[in-house]
């Protein structure tokens, strides 16, 4: 493919000398290195470390691959709601929103730094919501409900309607999986 070409569908920015993509994950800089065929951050970070990640090092390559000339239309979606979501999203394949709720169900606040700390707008939804932008064509928006004497605390996860565009359904839960867990790595400890 490409080099150019694929910069520009995915939104990335291309150094010809190195063969290399600049990939922003949660507008923090990686390099895409093609003929290493590695992926490692450069320039200055915020607290998320793609090492401790289950999923980044699979999500960064394949969206340089497969991502989409197509921009966030901001409408969002479930994810269940994607071909093939309602199947999917069970099981092992479950979302971790009880995690979600439990790390940030009496913190609001907490939950809005964490957002802040990984680039993320805040928007006006549930009690407390995000909008992380986990990958430039790819953004996830993480809403909370505090949880009361009546009532748990809740999480739901919701991503564009182009997302499917970009990736396959595995690998929107990979994303998704991705966000939580540098939401929760970010936040720290429980509080």
């Known amino acids: 493919m490409d080099p150019q070409e694929i910069a520009e569908r995915c939104d990335l920015e291309y150094w010809e000398e ?3 993509f600049v990939l922003e994950v949660f507008k ?8 290493q065929r590695q992926v490692r951050e450069i320039g200055p970070h915020h607290h998320f470390h793609a090492g401790d990640s289950t999923h980044f090092s699979l999500i960064a390559p394949l969206y340089v691959a497969s991502c989409r000339d197509v921009i966030p239309s901001g409408r969002l979606i479930a994810p269940q709601s994607v071909p093939g979501g309602q199947a999917f999203f069970k099981g092992p ?6 995690v979600l709720a439990h790390h ?6 907490n939950f809005l730094r964490a957002g802040k700390e990984l680039q993320a707008e805040k928007v006006e939804q549930g009690d407390a919501a995000v909008r992380v932008p986990t990958l430039p064509r ?9 949880g009361d004497l009546e009532f748990p605390a809740r999480c739901q996860m919701l991503i564009d309607d182009t997302a499917p565009e970009h990736f396959p359904v595995d ?21």
């Open 18 to 20: 190195e063969d290399a």
């Open 28 to 35: 923090a800089p990686f390099v895409v290195d093609i003929q």
């Open 93 to 98: 394949h479950e979302l971790p929103l009880e």
């Open 104 to 109: 940030f169900g009496s913190n609001p606040d």
């Open 138 to 146: 790819m953004p996830v928006t993480i809403i909370l409900w505090v």
């Open 171 to 191: 690998a929107i839960w990979a994303t998704l999986i991705l966000t939580a867990e540098a939401m929760i790595q970010v936040a720290g400890p429980h509080h």
